[in-house]
């Protein structure tokens, strides 16, 4: 069972609009999310995360909402630049009682193309 | 600052034959992950050490792949007997602790074949 779904594998955009990515999850203990930024042959990198406490934070021209309700979280970039073109995958992370492992799941990624 | 180092970049093996993937954090990063990313998923924790102790090694298939991480700083993982279903990338990640707040630095992973 998935428990973070990112169900878009694609999306293309123009350069200087806004790219939505989109993920669903549904573990309610999931308590902190975070996005990552993988390019071909490189490992992923941090990108940006919230906690459950907040509904949305912002990095420069990264924003992430948080819909717990939901259970919907968003990645907005604006404005889309070429060198954004990458797979984003969705992470989310719960506390296990009493191991103290804060594991990442991952969703599948979404490829976005950025069109100049 | 050098970033997570892992070696060998690529590997084909044929089923049953054994491998393995060496992994060098961060210095003073005290917790290292290894992952495995299926093509078309999204990585999955194998196990994630703390020092040299291991936190979780819930998924990992333990009738087959072993890890250690001696003197809690570089890591081996290994595949004994590699099957076809082991194809996929290994990544490597460390982090200054366990907390979901310590942000996790990725190496560029190994490309396992397995034919």
């Known amino acids: 069972d998935q428990q973070v779904k990112q169900n878009s594998p694609s999306l293309s955009v123009q350069e200087g609009r806004i790219s939505i990515l989109n993920c669903d999850y549904t573990n309610s203990m999931f308590d902190y999310f975070l996005w990552y930024k993988k390019y071909p042959a490189e490992g992923p990198t941090f990108l940006i995360s919230i906690s459950s406490i907040k509904d949305k934070n912002e990095d420069g021209r990264f924003t992430v909402f948080l819909n717990k309700s939901a259970k919907h979280l968003s990645l907005h970039i604006v404005p889309s630049q070429p060198g954004d073109s990458a797979v984003y995958f969705c992470?989310?992370?719960?506390?296990?009682?009493?191991?103290?492992?804060?594991?990442?799941?991952f969703g599948k990624g979404t490829k976005l193309s950025v069109i100049p | 600052e050098a970033g997570v180092a892992q070696s060998p970049r690529y590997k084909i093996i044929e089923k049953r034959q054994s491998v393995a993937f060496w992994c060098n954090p961060i210095?003073?990063?005290?917790?290292l992950y290894w992952y495995q990313q299926i093509l078309g998923q999204g990585p999955k924790l194998l196990i994630q050490?703390?020092?040299?102790?291991?936190?979780?090694d819930s998924q990992l298939p333990k009738d087959r792949f072993s890890a250690e991480r001696l003197k809690g700083v570089d890591s081996t993982l290994k595949i004994q007997p590699a099957k076809l279903e082991d194809s996929a990338v290994y990544l490597c990640?460390?982090?200054?602790?366990?907390?979901?707040?310590?942000?996790?630095?990725f190496g560029p992973g190994t490309r396992l074949t397995v034919l």
């Open positions: 050490f703390q020092n040299n102790g291991v936190v979780d």
């Open positions: 210095s003073g990063h005290a917790t």
């Open positions: 992470a989310a992370s719960e506390v296990y009682s009493g191991a103290g492992s804060y594991q990442l799941t």
């Open positions: 990640a460390s982090s200054l602790g366990a907390s979901s707040y310590n942000e996790q630095f």
